[in-house]
């Protein structure tokens, strides 16, 4: 089999420590693993495969003879060095916002629109975490019966922010064990033992742009502009794994027991549902793992043809590495 040789911008972050575990643990064919971060991180050492290798500075120049990048250092780093690595040979998978939305580029999630990897002009887009994992559990749904409507609401874990919010969460955990004053940096309130209703900016109609990506990447990806969406973003104290509840409105009736069925047969998808035997997803214990997890399905009382769900993923891995990896391996197939 050949072998890629295979960057990742921003290795030393929380999604990318999970893409060179991906990698590895996947057994994607890389000839060579170059890592790259900003100028902070120059001359630290990360294992892959037995092997201790440099983390360089990312620039312009870093993409010689890369021929899959893979992008996880935020929208600015993407729309910065994304071209040089186009323009080097490489295929990027970025894992940023920064051209999901953009029509050249397909937004990918392998297990619903793999075909729209082919259209890639150079950059193939990965969704937003929130996003993926709830287009895993609702597109096998809309397949059967066409969703008119989704209501969502997510309480997303605090490594969604990155390194910086795993270790103010933990901070703020000592600061409480021992007796001291919370104190608070990354985000406006604390979020040690606290929900806080606010994940990325808001925009003047009150929602904020985490919950229009759930929106709009929702429609590119599924191919359907007509799912009306509207989510509430909400981060609790939770290190790993996103959940989220969900209420879909469907064009026809299907019972809970139909679409336990659907989703038991879905590609990436567990279902978890025996809450007699206090059965449902837990974030817990769906971190580190592959799969999205469903449970709590069930007929929606407020609106006919209604569903409710509860579903969860690891969001550093199906909603961004894993994803990303998956992306990599459509290519060299
Ligand atoms: P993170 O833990 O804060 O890591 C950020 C990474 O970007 C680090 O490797 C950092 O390097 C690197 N970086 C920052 N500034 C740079 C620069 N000027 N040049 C080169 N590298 C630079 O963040 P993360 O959680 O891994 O997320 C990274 C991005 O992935 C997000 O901004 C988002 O676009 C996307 N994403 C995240 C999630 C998630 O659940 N966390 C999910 C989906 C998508 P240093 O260590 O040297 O600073
Ligand atoms: O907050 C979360 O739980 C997920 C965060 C995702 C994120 C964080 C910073 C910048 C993104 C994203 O993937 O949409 C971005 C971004 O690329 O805009």
Known sequence: MKGY?????????????????????????????KLFASARSSGKKMSFCGESLPVEELKSSSFKGIEIALFSAGAGRSVEFAPHAVKSGAVVVDNSSAFRMDANVPLVVPEINPQDIKLHQGIIANPNCSTIQMVVAINPIHQVSRI???????????????????????????????????????????????????????YDTGYTQEEMKMVHETHKIMHD???????????????????????IELEKKLTASQVKDILSKAPGVKVQDDPQQNLYPLAIYTA??????????????????????????????????????????????
Not at 225 to 244: L, M, N, Y
């Open 225 to 247: 502009d007509k799912i009306q969406v509207s989510a509430t973003c909400v981060r609790v104290p939770v290190f790993r794994a996103h959940s989220e509840a969900l209420h």
């Open 5 to 33: 040789n295979v960057a990742v911008v921003g290795a030393t972050g929380a999604v990318g420590h999970e893409m060179i575990k991906v990698l590895e643990a996947r057994k994607f064919p890389v000839k060579e693993l």
């Open 288 to 333: 580190g793992k592959y799969d999205v997890f469903v449970g709590r399905i069930r007929e929606d009382i407020a609106f006919p043809n209604g569903i409710a769900m509860w579903v969860v993923a690891d969001q550093l891995l199906k909603g961004a590495a894993l994803n990303a990896v998956q992306i990599a391996e459509l290519l060299s197939a």
């Open 148 to 202: 008119k409507r989704v209501i969502v609401v997510t309480y997303q874990a605090v490594s969604g922010t990155g390194m910086k919010a795993i270790q103010e969460l933990e901070r703020q955990v000592k600061e409480w064990v021992g007796g001291k004053k919370i104190t608070h940096k990354v985000y406006p309130h604390p979020i040690a033992f606290n929900v806080i209703p606010h994940v990325d900016v808001f």
